[in-house]
Every structure is written in C-alpha cells, then in structure tokens.
T-cell receptor, first 110, second 117 residues
Framework: SQQGEEDPQALSIQEGENATMNCSYK?????LQWYRQNSGRGLVHLIL?????REKHSGRLRVTLDTSKKSSSLLITASRAADTASYFC??????????FGTGTSLTVIP | KAGVTQTPRYLIKTRGQQVTLSCSPI?????VSWYQQTPGQGLQFLFE???????NKGNFPGRFSGRQFSNSRSEMNVSTLELGDSALYLC????????????????FGPGTRLTVL
C-alpha cells in the first residue's frame, strides 16, 4: 500500500502541552501534506512540505520531513481544546495522486 | 470564494439500490477527487477527474463510477448498493498546475453520509 501510516493512533494531552504525531510512508513522494478533520466533517488543509524541504512552520504547527527515513512529524505547540480532532498525513505522488493515512485522533483536555 | 459543496448531506438507501452524489468544486478548480471514509478503512481514494477526464482511479469495484462536467462539477454513482458501502463520501477540489514539485492542496467538502440498510 502507498498509504502513509500515522503514529500514534490516539493521543490525549492536557491543554498547553505539545502534541507530536508521526507519519511514515513507503515510496518516494512529490510532497506530503497534513490535514485536520473535526468529527464527521470534511478535512482542512494545514500545511504542505515538498520533498526537497526539511522543515516548515505555520503558526503553532511545525512539520519536518526526513526523506531518507520516509517519515514526517507534525508538532502542535501550546495545544488548545479546539485542536481536538483527527489528523491525517497525505502522501502525494507524481500525477497529483493523494494517499491518506489512517489518522491520529488527538484529544486536548481543558 | 464559496467552498466545496456536496449534495445531499445525508442519504439513506437500501441494498440493491443505486445512488448519485454531487460535488461542486471551488470556482476555478479543475480537479475533483472522491474519497470514501469508513471507521475500519480510513480514507480511501476513489477517483480523480480533471477537465472531464478520469485521471486516476483507486481500487474500487466497477459499481463505483463518476463523471465530471464542463463546469467542473462532478458526480459519483454507486450501483447495486451493499451494506459495506455505508460511509462518508468526501469530495475535494484543487487547482491543478503544471505538476512537478509544486503539488496542490486539496479543499474538501463537508461530505455526504450514506447509510445503506
């Protein structure tokens, strides 16, 4: 399968703590993207990192990409209750074909 | 700009029936992709259309089909519904550039929740 795999499957933290989730994939990618999904709703794009980039920041989000290990991590700093959602990584291959992982369910406890 | 819209939002069908779901992409977006989301299988890619042509297809049986119109609106059809087709069907649009390393983010609609009884 070309799908990414997120780890952990579920994560529960206190408000104000940092949350880290990881994504591993199997074949070379064009870029990797992270999305958030609130319960039963559509996905929202968070950040895109290209295969020739190693790190990107967007607000409280930090994404790293290690193409040698075929892995990426998403760090959410100073988490808030509103960050409670499922987070998915999407690996994008030549031809714009997207493969989503199984997701990490994040719960931020107020 | 209006976001991606999907109709209907909820649908209840019985086994053996067929269903058509509709997706209107963001204005100017020419690529529309469809996904099936279930608790057990996660997000599974169904197909992608670009300029009325199916560009990519996931590993789903022929009962799942789609099309795209000249205004980029897309429909997907599922014939002979099975219980296992119960899922959230998500549509996503993107502005497809020249490809290469640019990549494109996808903008998702709210989904259509299909229940097959």
């Amino acid at each position: 399968s070309q799908q990414g795999e997120e780890d952990p499957q579920a994560l529960s933290i206190q408000e104000g703590e940092n949350a880290t989730m990881n994504c591993s994939y199997k074949t070379s990618i064009n870029n990797l993207q992270w999305y958030r999904q609130n319960s039963g709703r559509g996905l929202v794009h968070l950040i895109l990192i290209r295969s020739n980039e190693r790190e990107k920041h967007s607000g409280r989000l930090r994404v790293t990409l290690d193409t040698s290990k075929k892995s990426s991590s998403l760090l959410i700093t100073a988490s808030r209750a509103a960050d409670t959602a499922s987070y998915f990584c999407a690996t994008v291959f030549t031809g714009n074909q997207f493969y989503f992982g199984t997701g990490t369910s994040l719960t931020v406890i107020p | 700009k209006a976001g991606v819209t999907q109709t209907p939002r909820y649908l209840i069908k019985t086994r053996g029936q067929q269903v058509t779901l509709s997706c209107s992409p963001i204005s100017g977006h020419r690529s529309v992709s469809w996904y099936q989301q279930t608790p057990g299988q996660g997000l599974q890619f169904l197909f992608e259309y670009f300029s009325e042509t199916q560009r990519n297809k996931g590993n789903f049986p022929g009962r799942f089909s789609g099309r795209q119109f000249s205004n980029s609106r897309s429909e997907m059809n599922v014939s002979t519904l099975e219980l296992g087709d119960s899922a959230l069907y998500l549509c996503a649009s993107s502005f497809y550039g020249s490809g290469g390393l640019r990549g494109n983010e996808q903008f998702f609609g709210p989904g259509t929740r299909l229940t097959v009884l």
